[in-house]
Structure formats: C-alpha cells, structure tokens
C-alpha cells in the first residue's frame, strides 16, 4: 500500500538569526483568533473591549509558562530536576497542554481578582477560544512532526519521512479535528443558551468535551513520557482524569441551580 508520505519542513523561512516556524505561527494564530471571539463576546454583552489587551497578556503568559512547566515536570522530571536550567530553554522544544490549561486558570484567577470580574463567567467565555487555539497548536505539532501516532495499515496513515519509514496514525489531525468540533459545539452552547444557563456550565462542557477527545487519542499516541506509569493508562490519560472529574462537578453545579436569574 502507499502511504503519504509527511516531508514538510518545520520552518517557514528564516531571515539571518530569525527563523520563524509553523508551529510559532499556529500557535499565533490560535491566540489571534481567540482575541478577535472574545472582542466579539465583550461587544456582544457590552463590556468594554479595551481591557482585552490586559486579559490577552495574563492568558498568553500562563499558557506559556504553565505549558511549559507542565512539560517538565509531568513528562521528563527526572531531566529537568537535575537540569533546572533547562526549563527556560523554551525554543528547544516541549509544551504540555496540562499544564498549560492549569496555567490558565491561574492566570485568569489573578486577573478576576485584580480587576474584580466574576471568574466562572470570564472562563465561560475564555473556554470557547480554548478549544479553537487547541486546534491550532496541533497542527503545528503536525509540522514539527511530533506527538506521533501509533503504527498503522490504515489507508489514511501517515509516514513521517522526519522520523522514520513507518505508517502511523495522523494523531496530531485526529485531535486537532477533535478541539475543532468542541469549539463548535461550546460556541453554539454560548451564542444560544448563555442567558439561560448558570456560569460555569460551559466552561465545564469544554473541560469534558476536550479532556474526553484526549483520553481517547491516546490511545492512538506512542508514549510522550521518559517513564513507565505501571499502569494501562498513559501519563496523559492520567492527567485528564482530575480536568475531567472537575467538568463534571461544574456541569453538574451549574444545572442543579437551574437556569440564570434575569
């Protein structure tokens, strides 16, 4: 059988020292486009646009650095505890979406407390883009030919010529397609039933909805961590259950205090 065969290089162009990468613009892009749903958001409920800017810079920062730290900590921390300096060298690689979707709660909390917004009703919203940016990031992982899938006979496999010769699922579409269709479905949640539902309720939706999709897409992921759980589950599966009980609780909070007073 032939297979596709993935060959595309990781890098868009460079220009002396600057190199810039697709998965640096993906990851853009997710960010950008979140900005563009949420300024739609805040003029449809006729809040003020401008303190986006301020939102923007506390979510940008707690996806990087938790993403970041997630990486280290969850997959590799055997490496990064004896190499602690190798935790700031970023462009070398590794963003754990646990720990960067911890990163954002955080950094969203500080921001509900310093400019006194109610937090489940901003995650609420922050959620829907959260899903969308998801999508972005991988696709850029598709670029670095990286997060790779399991070997396959499917007629749909992937060669990762990068890598190696072997036909794998193309995980990094599988879930990218996945986060696409979670956005749809929380967005369609928002645009027609927000005045109806308690805050919190779509934030959990998107936490079930994304945490689901990961669990089963890793089945389908070769092993992401440099150690065995001794366990059937992966480290990732393992992460998303406490992400996964907390959607539920939320959903389960918002929907016993029944619908949002007027």
């Known amino acids: 059988m032939d297979y596709f065969v993935w060959n595309v290089s990781p890098e868009i162009f460079s220009i002396g020292p600057v190199t810039v990468r697709w998965y640096g613009a993906l990851f853009a892009t997710g960010f950008i486009c979140g900005y563009f749903i949420m300024q739609w958001i805040y003029r449809r409920e006729n809040k003020n646009v401008a303190e986006l800017e301020n939102l923007l810079l506390y979510v940008a920062a707690g996806t990087v650095i938790g993403a970041r730290l997630g990486h280290c900590l969850f997959y590799d921390p055997a490496f990064y505890l004896s190499h602690p300096w190798k935790i700031l060298a970023i462009w070398e690689g ?58 396959a006979e ?52 998107t936490i079930v909805l994304l945490v689901s999709a990961r669990i089963v897409m890793e089945f ?27 959607g539920c609780v939320l959903i389960y909070w918002a929907l016993r205090n029944g619908k949002k007073a007027p």
């Not at 992937?158 to 479905?185: G, K, L, N, T």
């Not at 389908?220 to 907390?246: R, W």
Request: hydrophobic share 45%; net charge positive.
């Open 220 to 246: 389908f992921k070769t092993p992401q961590a440099h150690y065995e759980t001794g366990l059937d589950l992966s480290v990732g599966q393992l992460l998303s259950i406490p992400y996964l009980i907390a």
């Open 154 to 205: 499917a007629p749909w496999a992937i060669i990762f010529q990068r890598v190696d010769s072997v036909p794998r699922h193309p995980v990094q579409v599988y879930e990218s397609m996945s986060y696409a269709i979670v956005f749809v479905i929380t967005f369609l949640v928002y645009k027609f039933y927000s005045d109806k539902l308690r805050n919190g309720f779509i934030v959990g939706l």
């Open 94 to 151: 590794g963003l754990a979406s646990h720990g960067g979707g911890l990163g954002v709660l955080i950094a969203v909390y500080l921001y509900c407390r310093k400019y006194s917004v109610s937090y489940l009703w901003l995650m609420d919203r922050i959620s829907i883009t959260v899903a969308l940016a998801g999508s972005f990031i991988r696709l850029g992982n598709l670029f670095n030919s990286e997060i790779l899938g399991k070997a």
